[in-house]
C-alpha cells in the first residue's frame, strides 16, 4: 500500500492514462461464464434455480449474454444493452440509475480479483476483528469493574447491555447512513469511532460512566459488519464471491488477541478480592481497554491514510456523479494492473445521456431509503423455502443464526 496518500481527493478518469481499451477488446461473455460441464437442460428444473436467478439479478449479470454473442465472440453494444435489459426484467427495476448500474457491474466482473480486492480484504477483516475484540475484551473486564466501582455481580452484566445498545444502533444506523452519505466515509468513521471512545473507556470515572463510553462505543463497533461486508461486495467479482464469507476469519483473530492481552494485564494488575480496591490497585482492566483501544485506532490509520479507497461507484452513479463513477472502476483496473472498456459514453449510450434523459439519473434521499428498507421484504426470504427441500435446509440455518 503506497503511504501518504491523499484520503480526501477526487479522481478524474483522466488520471489513469492507458487504462481503458475498446469495447470490441471484451469477450462476450463476463469473467463469471459458468462452467460447461454443470449446464442444466431446457427441460431439466434445479431447487435452488430461482434462487441462481435471484443472485443474477442482484450482481447485474444474467445469463442472457451466454446465448447473444458477436461473430468474433467479443462484447458490442448491442450484446450488453441486451444483456442489461434482461436482467432489468428480472430484477423488476428500470431506471437511468439501474441500467448504468448493471453496466458497472459487469465492468468490474470483467476486470476480475486483484490487488485492490486483496488489500480491501485486509482491512474490512479489521471490521471484523475489531467487533470480536471489543465483544471479548469488554466481557473479560466485568469482574474488575465489580470489584473497583463496587457493582454487584448481579448488576455489573448490564454493562455488557450497554455495549449490545449502542451496537444495535450503530448496526441500525450506519447500514442506511452509508448509502446516503457514502460507503467511504462511513468505512472509515466506524472504526475511528471505535477507536476514539475505546481509548476514552480506559478512563472511566465511574461504572455509569464507563457504561457511557461502552455504549458510545459501540456506535462504531456496531457498524463494522454491515458496512465493511456490504463495500467489499460491491467491488468483488461475483466469481470471488466466497471471500465475503471468508472475512469471518478475523472473528475469532479479535478474540484470541483480546483474550491474550486480558492473560498479560488483568492477573497482573488487579486488587485482591477482598478488602478495598482502588483505582490505582486496578489498573489492569484499564491497560487492557486502552491497548484494545490503541490497536482499533491503529486499524483506522491504516485505513485512511495507508490505503485509497474509492467511493463505491454505484452510490457514486446514484448521487448523478457519473464521471467520478467511471474514475472510481478505472482506479480498480489501474490497481490491479489491468484494462476497462468503461467509458462514460457507454454509460451513455446504455442509460442515457443526462441532459437529453426525463428518467432520473440519481437517486433522492427518500428514494435510496426505500430501496435499502426494500432488502428487508419477505419476498426475499421466500425464496429461502421454495422448495421443501430448500426449507429444510433453510430452517436450521435460521434457527442458528436466531
Known amino acids: 500500500?503506497?503511504?501518504?496518500?491523499?484520503?480526501?481527493?477526487?479522481?478524474?478518469?483522466?488520471?489513469?492514462?492507458?487504462?481503458?481499451?475498446?469495447?470490441?477488446?471484451?469477450?462476450?461473455?463476463?469473467?463469471?461464464?459458468?462452467?460447461?460441464?454443470k449446464k442444466v437442460g431446457?427441460?431439466?428444473?434445479?431447487?435452488?434455480?430461482?434462487?441462481?436467478?435471484?443472485?443474477s439479478a442482484e450482481h447485474g449479470v444474467g445469463s442472457f449474454h451466454s446465448h447473444q454473442q458477436s461473430q468474433d465472440g467479443h462484447l458490442t453494444i448491442e450484446i450488453l444493452r441486451?444483456?442489461?435489459?434482461?436482467?432489468?426484467?428480472?430484477?423488476?427495476?428500470d431506471s437511468?440509475?439501474?441500467?448504468?448500474?448493471?453496466?458497472?457491474?459487469?465492468?468490474?466482473?470483467?476486470?476480475?480479483?486483484?490487488r485492490y480486492q486483496w488489500e480491501l480484504f485486509m482491512l474490512c477483516g479489521f471490521g471484523w476483528l475489531a467487533d470480536n475484540l471489543w465483544l471479548q475484551g469488554v466481557a473479560l473486564t466485568l469482574p474488575q469493574?465489580?470489584?473497583?466501582?463496587?457493582?454487584?455481580?448481579?448488576?455489573?452484566?448490564?454493562?455488557?447491555?450497554?455495549?449490545?445498545?449502542?451496537?444495535?444502533i450503530g448496526a441500525s444506523f450506519w447500514g442506511i447512513a452509508s448509502d446516503v452519505i457514502g460507503r467511504r466515509p462511513a468505512f472509515n468513521f466506524t472504526l475511528m469511532i471505535s477507536g476514539v471512545f475505546g481509548l476514552a473507556s480506559g478512563g472511566g470515572p465511574n461504572w455509569v460512566g464507563t457504561c457511557a463510553?461502552?455504549?458510545?462505543?459501540?456506535?462504531?463497533?456496531?457498524?463494522?459488519?454491515?458496512?465493511?461486508?456490504?463495500?467489499?461486495?460491491?467491488?468483488?467479482?461475483?466469481?470471488?464471491?466466497?471471500?465475503l464469507t471468508m472475512l469471518s476469519v478475523w472473528w475469532p483473530v479479535g478474540n484470541l488477541i483480546s483474550s491474550l492481552l486480558a492473560w498479560a494485564f488483568i492477573p497482573n494488575f488487579t486488587c485482591p478480592s477482598t478488602g478495598p480496591c482502588t483505582k490505582e490497585q486496578n489498573m489492569g482492566w484499564r491497560y487492557l481497554v486502552?491497548?484494545?483501544?490503541?490497536?482499533?485506532?491503529?486499524?483506522?490509520?491504516?485505513?485512511?491514510?495507508?490505503?485509497?479507497?474509492?467511493?463505491?461507484?454505484?452510490?457514486?452513479?446514484?448521487?448523478?456523479?457519473?464521471?467520478?463513477?467511471?474514475a472510481a472502476v478505472h482506479g480498480i483496473a489501474y490497481k490491479n494492473r489491468v484494462k476497462t472498456w468503461l467509458t462514460v459514453e457507454i454509460l451513455n449510450e446504455i442509460g442515457g445521456y443526462p441532459e437529453e434523459s426525463t428518467n432520473?439519473?440519481?437517486l433522492s434521499n427518500k428514494q435510496i431509503v426505500q430501496r435499502y428498507m426494500s432488502k428487508f421484504s419477505l419476498d426475499r426470504i421466500r425464496g429461502l423455502f421454495a422448495t421443501k427441500k430448500l426449507g429444510i435446509s433453510s430452517t436450521p440455518f435460521e434457527y442458528l443464526i436466531a
Open 96 to 114: 437511468a440509475y439501474d441500467r448504468k448500474a448493471k453496466v458497472i457491474n459487469r465492468a468490474i466482473q470483467d476486470i476480475g480479483m486483484g
Open 145 to 168: 469493574l465489580s470489584l473497583e466501582f463496587g457493582v454487584d455481580e448481579n448488576n455489573v452484566r448490564f454493562t455488557t447491555c450497554a455495549l449490545f445498545v449502542g451496537l444495535c
Open 290 to 326: 486502552i491497548t484494545l483501544g490503541a490497536i482499533t485506532f491503529v486499524m483506522f490509520i491504516c485505513r485512511f491514510f495507508l490505503f485509497h479507497l474509492y467511493e463505491s461507484p454505484k452510490f457514486l452513479l446514484s448521487r448523478g456523479r457519473q464521471d467520478e463513477a467511471v
Open 213 to 243: 463510553l461502552y455504549a458510545c462505543l459501540g456506535l462504531g463497533v456496531g457498524g463494522n459488519l454491515p458496512v465493511d461486508g456490504a463495500l467489499f461486495l460491491e467491488f468483488l467479482p461475483f466469481a470471488s464471491g466466497n471471500l
Open 360 to 362: 432520473t439519473q440519481s
Open 42 to 55: 431446457p427441460d431439466e428444473k434445479t431447487d435452488d434455480g430461482s434462487l441462481d436467478r435471484a443472485s
Open 1 to 37: 500500500m503506497p503511504f501518504g496518500v491523499n484520503p480526501f481527493s477526487r479522481q478524474d478518469h483522466h488520471d489513469f492514462p492507458g487504462v481503458v481499451v475498446p469495447l470490441s477488446s471484451a469477450p462476450a461473455h463476463s469473467k463469471l461464464s459458468s462452467d460447461p460441464e
Open 82 to 93: 441486451a444483456e442489461v435489459e434482461n436482467d432489468l426484467a428480472a430484477s423488476g427495476q
